[in-house]
């Protein structure tokens, strides 16, 4: 037991020592290749309770596999107040890719509301770095870069 405690404490650091060798440049590089387009979200009925079904497009134009995107959407009726919040998160996004995905918020509180532009917001993206020695997750906290719909 003691053997596996200490082969796990030492991936972790090894981990975290690889992860830091993603330079500032390229987490910017990364943050700017990584983008999202809501290209719908609707008001669906499953079991009983409101949802929200939001369609859109998630393009990696890096380098990079992707272990974890964050996305908020944030609902803003006409007078510019939020009226909603839906939080994405996106798991294992392969390099150079362009997808499109479908997300289900169950039992939304805010299934009901009037909203008349979505706010996309990414919030931290999780890269997987393959080098040699190993193979880390460096996590890339991303600066408020709004697209309006």
Request: hydrophobic share 35%; with cysteine.
């Given at each position: 037991?003691?053997?596996?405690?200490?082969m796990?404490?030492?991936?972790?650091?090894?981990?975290?020592?690889?992860?830091?060798?993603?330079?500032?440049?390229?987490?910017?590089?990364?943050n700017?290749?990584?983008?999202?387009?809501?290209?719908?979200?609707?008001?669906?009925?499953?079991?009983?309770?409101?949802?929200?079904?939001?369609?859109?497009?998630?393009?990696?134009?890096?380098?990079?596999?992707?272990?974890?995107?964050?996305?908020?959407?944030?609902?803003?009726?006409?007078?510019?107040?939020?009226?909603?919040?839906?939080?994405?998160?996106?798991?294992?996004v392969?390099?150079?890719?362009?997808?499109?995905?479908?997300?289900?918020?169950?039992?939304?509180?805010?299934?009901?509301?009037?909203?008349?532009?979505?706010?996309?917001?990414?919030?931290?993206?999780?890269?997987?770095?393959?080098?040699?020695?190993?193979?880390?997750?460096?996590?890339?906290?991303?600066?408020?870069?709004?697209?309006?719909?």
């Open positions: 037991m003691k053997k596996l405690v200490a796990l404490l030492v991936g972790a650091l090894g981990a975290t020592a690889t992860a830091q060798e993603i330079s500032s440049y390229s987490q910017y590089k990364i700017e290749g990584v983008s999202v387009d809501v290209k719908k979200i609707k008001r669906v009925e499953q079991y009983g309770w409101d949802n929200f079904e939001v369609t859109y497009r998630l393009k990696n134009n890096t380098e990079f596999d992707l272990f974890k995107v964050d996305i908020t959407l944030y609902l803003v009726d006409k007078n510019d107040r939020e009226v909603g919040i839906v939080e994405i998160h996106d798991f294992k392969p390099k150079n890719s362009d997808e499109e995905y479908h997300y289900v918020d169950l039992q939304s509180p805010y299934v009901n509301e009037k909203y008349n532009k979505i706010v996309v917001v990414k919030n931290n993206i999780e890269v997987l770095v393959d080098k040699p020695e190993a193979i880390s997750i460096a996590k890339i906290n991303c600066e408020p870069n709004f697209s309006m719909k």
